[in-house]
Structure formats: structure tokens, C-alpha cells
């Protein structure tokens, strides 16, 4: 995997936004953002207050900032994290994120410029019982509650893929507690607040879920919204 992907303008997948604008005059146009490029770019985020869009490289353990402003990226390491596969935004607190690195949510500080960013503190550790599976996408809610799943690691070994988990992070207890099992590649997460369902996919199921959402965020009711043949 040593080809660089370019990570593009996508705000279609900016998922904390509560709607996309597609336009029915004029074809989308797709545009490069400036390097550092990634190995593996994900989860991007728009941070409304910063005007930044914040995204990471999975395979090489790190963070990025593209402020369209200066129409520039920036870029920056997280020492000891094996790997970096979400960034989260925390209120009232711009310089510090949530990220996940390996099967642990990690909180570093970062001033969106230095090169690198520290780690402050392991908030959960998913521990040696689920030390074959990493985090991968996470995405919060409007009131601020984190949902955050697993897939089987790389170089981990296990006879199914389907041994992910969906959890949400219960911000009273500090643990997660388990959504969904039998997760393939948890994957894309977003809303609908009006109707207040909760959307997801797990990368291996080829379909898009949908769920209730009970007062205290757990999801129940699960429904299959969409089929995509194989
Ligand atoms: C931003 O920078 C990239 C690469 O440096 C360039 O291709 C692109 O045209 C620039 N976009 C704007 C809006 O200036
Ligand atoms: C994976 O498991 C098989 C069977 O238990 C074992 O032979 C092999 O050494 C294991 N590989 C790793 C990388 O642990």
C-alpha cells in the first residue's frame, strides 16, 4: 500500500453536516486538496467554528487540517499510536480531539499547525480481550454523544472478519457500551434528527442500516433501508 491516494474535496461525506446541497444544474467538481497527501485518508469532519476540515491518515498515524482560507493542509503525527482512524472534535476545547489509535480512544492535543500532536491521556481501552480488532469510524451525534466500532485488525488472527463491535461511548459511566455485534467493518455513521434515526454500515454487509434511538442513545429497531447487490 505504499501508492499515495489523493484525498479530494468530498463534503458529500461530511456526515456532521444535517444535509447535503446537491445541486440538479451543475455537475459536482471535484478538486485536489493541497499535499501533504495520505496513504489512507478518512473521517473527515468540518469543524464550523475553526472553518477547517479535519480528516486522518490511517496507515501512517496521522491527524490533518485543511483550512480552505489559506488553502492549505496541515499535518501532524501521533507518537506510540499504531494506528489513527478518527478525529473528534471536543466543545469548548479547539486544540484538544478524540482519536482512535489501535482498540483504544485516545486524547491528544494539537494546535492544528505543529507537526506533531501529544498525547494526554488513554480515555478507553478496549483491553486484551479485544486486542485482534482496531477502531475505525466514529462520528458524534447532536447532543455530543460518540458512537465509535471496530474491525479485525491488520495482521490479527481470526478465522471470521466478523468479529467488529459498534459501541457508544457513555460519557456518565466513561465506557463503551456495545450497539451492535458481528460487525464486519464499521464504518459510515449519520443521522437523521428530524425523523431521529440513526444510519450506518458495516463495509462488509453491502447495505445501509437503520435504527431507533432510545433516550439514553442506545439503538434499537433495526431495520434494512438499502440492498446493494453483490
Ligand atoms: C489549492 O491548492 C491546490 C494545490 O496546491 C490547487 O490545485 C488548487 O487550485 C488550489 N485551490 C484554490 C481554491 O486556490
Ligand atoms: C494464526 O493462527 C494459526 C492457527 O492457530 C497459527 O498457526 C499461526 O501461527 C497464527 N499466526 C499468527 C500471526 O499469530
Known sequence: MSLKQNLYIVLLLVTTASHVVLSTVYPYC?????????????????????????YVDIIESA??????????????TVDGAPSVTMIIMIQGNPDHFILGTGN??????????????????IVVDLGESESHVRFNDGKVDSQGRLYAGTMLREGA??????VGKLYRFDERSGQLVV??????????????EKLRKFYYV????????EYDIAANGDLYNEQILLNFPN
Open 30 to 54: 471535484v478538486e485536489m486538496l493541497p499535499s501533504p497527501l495520505t496513504t489512507v485518508g478518512e473521517g473527515p469532519v468540518w469543524d464550523v467554528d475553526r472553518q477547517s476540515l479535519y
Open 63 to 76: 491527524i490533518l487540517r485543511y483550512d480552505p482560507a489559506e488553502n492549505r493542509t496541515y499535518r501532524a
Open 104 to 121: 483504544k480512544l485516545s486524547l491528544v492535543q494539537w494546535d492544528g499547525f505543529s507537526e506533531k500532536a501529544s498525547l494526554v491521556r
Open 157 to 162: 488472527n481470526s478465522s471470521t472478519p466478523m
Open 179 to 192: 450497539q451492535l455485534s458481528g460487525v464486519g467493518i464499521s464504518n459510515g455513521i449519520t443521522w437523521n
Open 202 to 209: 458495516d463495509s462488509l454487509a453491502l447495505n445501509i442500516k
